[in-house]
């Protein structure tokens, strides 16, 4: 068994073409917007290939990309080494962020949260958010929810694209409110396909558990919204984006 997003870092744009970032990075500056934020370096934290990383930096922000997997990292600095301002880059783990100094703001995306699968480690990464966060400075970051990842249990999805064909399962946990991931990757090797797989896990964290382990971290709580929408969230949504600040 590979580790996680070894053998996806390469064909992981392939796979994902359907995300729509250019909405994602027009929701993240609504909520800038929202809060009266024009921040100037933004931390773009499990950038994964770094697509909205890019998109962020040709909007004129100052971006930051980190993310604990260099394969992913070489895709993203491959992509984004065209841009007028070239990110900076980091390896590093959510709950062992370092950088050089404060950001305005941090985006955390695509369910990245729900990888943190533990209280420890969700309140370290909180706290490491928190230390680097510029006071008045937006936390933005979505999950998926309990709903959808209970909806997913015992089904199976199938991915297909140049090169790549996916198929993956999930498997709900009950006792550790967690959803495994079974993915296996048939990749196209001349005239031959290699199969690799790989696991990953993600935890449904409730809204009121997320919103305290903010307010343990010294950052407060603004609201939980909708998928890309600036409505309160709703049981019935698959993912919800919440949003805090910095104290002062």
């Known amino acids: 068994m590979s580790d996680i997003y070894v053998s996806l870092a390469d064909c992981y744009d392939r796979l994902t073409s359907d995300v729509p970032y250019e909405k994602w990075a027009d929701f993240i500056e609504k909520i800038f ?6 921040p100037e370096i933004v931390l773009d934290l499990a ?40 990110p900076l880059f980091l390896c590093q783990s959510m709950q062992k962020l370092d950088l050089y100094g404060t950001v305005g703001a941090v985006v955390c995306s695509l369910d990245s949260i729900n990888y943190l699968t533990t209280e420890k480690a969700l309140s370290d990464a909180f706290a490491r958010v928190s230390l680097f966060l510029e006071p008045e400075g937006l936390f933005i970051f979505d999950v998926n929810t309990e ?4 909806w997913m249990d015992g089904q199976s999805f199938i991915r297909e694209a140049e090169g790549v064909f996916c198929a993956w399962s999930a498997e709900w946990r009950e006792k550790s ?3 495994r991931y079974y993915i296996d990757l048939f990749l196209e090797d001349g005239d031959r396909y290699e199969r690799v797989s790989e696991e990953h896990t993600e935890r449904a964290w ?14 407060e709580p603004l609201g939980a919204f909708g998928e890309l929408v600036m409505r309160p969230a709703e049981e019935s949504d698959d993912r919800i984006f919440i949003v805090a600040r910095k104290r002062k």
């Open 33 to 38: 917007k929202r809060y009266r934020l024009k």
């Open 47 to 86: 950038c994964g290939t770094g697509s909205l990383t890019k998109i962020l930096a040709s909007r004129g922000y100052d971006m930051i990309g980190v993310d604990m997997s260099s394969d992913m990292l070489d895709a993203a600095m491959r992509k984004c080494a065209c841009e007028e301002t070239v």
């Open 147 to 150: 709903h959808k990842l209970r």
């Open 177 to 179: 409110g967690c959803s």
């Open 206 to 219: 409730p809204t009121d558990t997320l919103f305290k382990t903010l307010e343990a971290n010294g950052l």
